[in-house]
């Protein structure tokens, strides 16, 4: 009997020092550096890249497929958070079918750029810069978003408010990029 209260006690430690647990910063630090070396790539690719009429049509097809995949997972993400404030969720259950939704939203960025490169973008466009920079923040917005919610993963019952202030920054940020880049990207198509 006072093995097994030992044994409870001992697993309520574990429990609490694993919600407590630091996040992996220099992991995320790499990735972001990473990240921005890639774009950086793309951006000196998209220079010596000609795809022709045909390559440029199907490459701004692969964009907008892109777009749909990686920003509708975001929108999903948002939704649901939106479910957990409206109370038909719990926290638990938002940050899992978010976390789920991250290969989704990375994989529709890494299209976005990729096929971005064929479109030869115009690096003298005021409008092209911003779009890119918007990438950029994207980019980086997205890196700490896993940090953001590698932390919420560990919480039991309700987030503190610094947590909530980050995430609801984090998705500002992520909207207004997205959104920013779409409106651009549209602009430019349209000329």
Known sequence: ???DSRQANHATITDVSESRR???????????????I??????WLSTLVDAGPTGHRVALFAHLGFMTLGFGAVLVADYSFALWVLRRATFAEAVASTAKLH????????GLVVSGV????DLTSGATILKLAL???????????????????????????PLLLWGGVTSAV????????????????SR
């Open 1 to 3: 009997m006072l093995n």
């Open 22 to 36: 630091p996040i992996r910063s220099r992991g995320y630090a790499v990735a972001a550096g990473g990240a921005i």
């Open 38 to 43: 890639a774009l950086g790539i793309a951006i």
């Open 103 to 110: 290969p989704l939203i990375w994989a529709g960025l890494c």
């Open 118 to 121: 064929l479109l030869r973008p």
């Open 135 to 161: 990438v950029a923040t994207l980019t980086l917005n997205g890196v700490q978003a896993m940090a953001l919610g590698e932390r919420m993963s560990t919480l039991r019952g309700t987030p503190p408010m």
């Open 174 to 189: 992520s909207q207004a990029c997205w959104w920013g880049a779409i409106i651009i990207g549209y602009l430019n198509a």
